[in-house]
């Protein structure tokens, strides 16, 4: 690739992996809400924010693909959720649509199924079982997408990121961890295959325990590298014996399925 747009690149995973993709792309250009400073030599900073359109549109520009982690990344208030990942991510796909399509790979979110039980092994197939306010945004962010698809031939790799973070912190991330070296090669895969398309992926590492089923996404030629077995020692001698009824344990969704909804002042 030559030039790819991360957006959300001052959160926490957009810090992360910005080291990294220098290694698929020539130039990235870097947004957020918040200047960056600390910047790459093959990189670039455009101030962008979700519920600017114009912003977005101008970031945008002369890209060949995006990597679009921003939004409001947990659950909390409808309002502001509303506002970046179903008003924003419309902004984004308007974005592209001016800026001749660049595939765009959408950070959605295992909340989105986060009602299926542990105990099943899923695929791009499962019907959506959102556990928050914020797994429904993801809901229509993948439904978004899809129309995109459909009515403007607009590529995107649907990514159900699960636990993406430097090392799985409790038995959940031993099914659900994603590293960020296999992110970064997702992004590769789903960058340089030949026809994307619009496909649903489960995002996580090669797991030994993983309950997702990624299969149908075989054409894109993405194998992740790492494995959450590697940490389950030290997880099970800090965590031991986890309760079977617990909602991080029972569900797919781990703790957001138990978490109440956060009203807004102007509705409590």
Known sequence: MTKILLTGATGSMGRAIRPLLGEIAEEVVVSGRREITDLAPHETFRLAELHDAASL????????????????????????????????????????????????????????????????????????????????????????????FEKFGQETAILRIGSCFDE??????????????DFVAFCRAAFTVPVLGCPIVYGCSANDRSFWDNRAANYLGWQPQDNAEA??????????????????????????????IDEDDDNA
């Open 57 to 148: 549109k101008a970031a945008m520009q002369g890209c060949d693909a995006v990597i679009h982690l921003g939004g409001y990344s947990v659950e909390g208030p409808f309002a502001p959720i509303m506002e970046a990942n179903i008003l924003g991510l419309y902004n984004l796909y308007e974005a592209a649509r001016a800026n001749g399509q660049p595939r765009i790979l959408f950070a959605s979110s295992n909340h989105v199924v986060g009602f299926h039980p542990q105990s099943e092994v899923i695929d791009a197939s499962a019907m959506p079982r959102p556990d928050s306010l914020y797994g429904v945004s993801k809901v229509f962010g993948e439904a978004l997408a899809r129309f995109y």
């Open 231 to 260: 940490w389950a020692a030290q997880v099970e001698a800090a965590i031991p014996n986890p309760d079977p009824q617990d909602p991080l344990h029972l569900y797919q969704g781990g703790k957001f399925t138990a978490l109440p």
């Open 168 to 181: 799985p912190t409790d038995h959940r991330m031993l099914s659900t961890w994603l590293s960020y070296r």
